[in-house]
């Protein structure tokens, strides 16, 4: 039976599911430190675990791509469900170092399916608004931080279990499966062009494309990673360290949702030279911060990497 395609449902899908990939990054963020007393881990396994978390992404993302038209966007969606899903409660149920590693390895799979996927679907379905539509749609990561991020600051005032934390994911993993569930997908834009997966492997080649990659690598390191271990890392300033990960984040959603009337000012050369300058510079300010200044800090480094 042929299913007419309900982009506004798929879209709307597609954003909680970041929303959830994003609230897996800053709900483990609040919790690192909790995990590494519970399972009497050093901070380097402590580390290796987060790191998890990326590495899964990183490999999902890098397969992901090809994989949507092999496999289909309705598998790609599925099994990213079933990834974050099994990954939750591998992870509730951990008793020692690697159930929690591949717990978040698993989870890390998922939230690389969810992006290559999403950034498949949204372009395919609005191949004239692709930029707008792909810019509202992954502001919904910082977006999802905030959420994550003032979820664990108030279970944390509330004494709340760390797998009850966990547990709460649960919710809208199940919501955005539904909405997905026997739904309709499009087919890819390389496949509508009708472009060769040849074509498209060869243009991974191409100088520039690699040097984009190698730069992408390095502004990914100094959002993702910073982010990852801010609260735990800024735990001792006398301040509920996860805030400021919720401040960084919520500058970044503002901005990002801006980004046309920043971009009237600067060109994008210019935009990723000063982007570079006021990350350096608040994350110093960052390591030399005391007490309430750290948000001010944050401030200056959270407008350095919002428009990476």
Known sequence: MNIELNKQRLYNAACLSLVVTAMTFSIRAGLLGTIGNEFNLNPTAVGQIAAAAFWGFTIAMFIGGPLCDFLGLGRMYLFAFCAHFFGIILTIFSSSYWPLFFSTLLVGIGNGLIESASYTMVSSMYPSQKTKKINDWHIWFPGGIVIGGVLAWLFSLAAVDWKIQMAVMIIPTIIYGVMFYKQ???????????????????????????????????????????????????????????????????????GRANAGLVLRFFSSAGLLLASAVLSFAGLLWLGHAQGYTAFAAAGVFAIGICFF
């Open 184 to 254: 309709s997908f499009p087919k890819s834009e390389r496949v509508t062009l009708g472009i060769s997966n040849a074509q498209m492997i060869k243009a991974c080649f191409h100088p520039l494309f690699i040097l984009m990659v190698f730069c992408m690598l390095l502004t990914a390191a100094t959002e993702l990673g910073t982010n990852q271990w801010i609260a735990e890392l800024l735990s001792g300033l006398g301040i509920p360290s996860i805030l400021l990960l919720v401040f960084i984040n919520g500058i970044m959603a503002v």
